[in-house]
Nanobody, 120 residues
Framework: QVQLVESGGGSVQAGGSLRLSCAASGRLFVNPYMAWFRQAPGERREFLAG????????TIADSVKGRFTISRDNAKNQLYLQMNSLKPEDTAVYYC?????????????WGQGTQVTVSS
């Protein structure tokens, strides 16, 4: 199993930046695929970015490409989402997720979420 705990959410004005962190623990040695999602009220959960725990190519959704960056620090067991040029439409609950093995379609493990609010 993998345990995930997000932090770093908060309120920011449009144009600002935030960095979300996800503390990961558990079976990280099996190289899960890690991702960030978000869900706004009344909306479907949206994939934002993903990366293998061991590193390599990242995947970024078109909706946030050029503004959001995913990274991880294996030594600290942390996954990050750097969010720049934030817009009011980025307001949502942000989730860290993992799936084992990495080629699975469904994500098995989720954090509790962290709220991001962007004001105009």
């Amino acid at each position: 199993q993998v345990q995930l705990v997000e932090s770093g959410g908060g309120s920011v004005q449009a144009g600002g930046s935030l960095r979300l962190s996800c503390a990961a623990s558990g079976r990280l040695f099996v190289n899960p695929y890690m991702a960030w999602f978000r869900q706004a009220p009344g909306e479907r959960r949206e994939f934002l970015a993903g990366i293998l725990w061991s590193g390599g190519t990242t995947t970024i959704a078109d909706s946030v490409k050029g503004r959001f960056t995913i990274s991880r620090d294996n030594a600290k067991n942390q996954l990050y989402l750097q969010m720049n040029s934030l817009k009011p439409e980025d307001t949502a609950v942000y989730y860290c997720a993992a799936k084992i093995p990495p080629f699975r379609h469904e994500y098995d493990y989720w954090g509790q979420g962290t709220q991001v609010t962007v004001s105009s």
